[in-house]
């Protein structure tokens, strides 16, 4: 797709959930980005994945955020027992970006996940 | 840590004149700063970016100017237009804790403009 897509688009889940969001970015993108953004606020950084390598995920709001991408192209952040202060809209951007150089990075639409 | 304020949470202009948004940061020195548009429902969307050594930069109706010794972008939408609503963001490229050559984006909070008819 011309595009990052991100799926679902909207998610609800109840206390206690697990919940899989799944980012698609652009083709042959090599840095891919995972953001929070609660309601009023800017992004937030939660990971960063270099093709398959996760290099940074001192964002990550506790042990119950996990983010994968296995095969360098595709990723799932995985948020176990949802809690309701994860409400929020998870943004995935992705950039063609090699080392030391800072690019443009390419944002979905989100997901926005509300926790009842 | 970094800390990024954008002076306004709303702003309100005419339709047609310049729209100015500020955007100050401390604790931080970057080697980039970047503007950014979002719409409601909507992912961020790249406008500018303005590296450490350029006082401004020009694309279209858009006016980028840093101050790193003010430690302060100005961001300058001219001959506004009702479409140019939207929530603008600064955002710091600041380096990866990891140490690898990639580089995160610290954001602010953003401001509403909106350009009445």
């Known amino acids: 797709g011309a595009g990052v897509s991100q799926s679902p688009r909207y998610k609800v889940a109840k206390r206690g959930q697990d919940v899989a969001l799944r980012c698609d970015p652009i083709?042959?993108?090599?840095?891919l980005f995972w953001y929070q953004q609660a309601l009023g606020q800017g992004p937030e950084f939660l990971t960063y994945f270099q093709n398959e390598a996760q290099l940074d995920k001192s964002g990550l709001p506790s042990d119950r955020f996990f983010a994968e991408r296995p095969e360098g192209s595709v990723s799932t952040l995985k948020i176990q027992r949802t809690q309701q202060e994860d409400s929020a809209v998870y943004l995935c951007a992705s950039s063609f970006q090699t080392s030391g150089v800072a690019d443009t990075q390419y944002f979905g639409p989100g997901t926005r996940l509300t926790v009842l | 840590s970094q800390k990024i304020e954008q002076n306004s949470e709303a702003l309100n202009i005419q339709e047609g004149k310049t729209a100015t948004l500020t955007c100050n940061y401390t604790n931080y020195s970057p080697a980039y700063l970047q503007w950014y548009r979002q719409d409601p429902g909507r992912g961020p969307v790249f406008l500018l970016l303005i590296r450490e050594n350029e006082k401004e930069k020009r694309k279209e109706r858009l006016k980028v100017t840093f101050d790193t010794t003010l430690k302060q972008s100005l961001f300058h939408i001219t001959a506004s237009q009702p479409a140019d609503s939207a929530t603008y963001l600064c955002a710091l490229d600041a380096p990866l804790l990891s140490g690898a050559g990639s580089y995160q984006l610290t954001f602010g909070k953003g401001t509403k403009l909106s350009v009445i008819p």
């Open positions: 083709s042959g993108h090599v840095s």
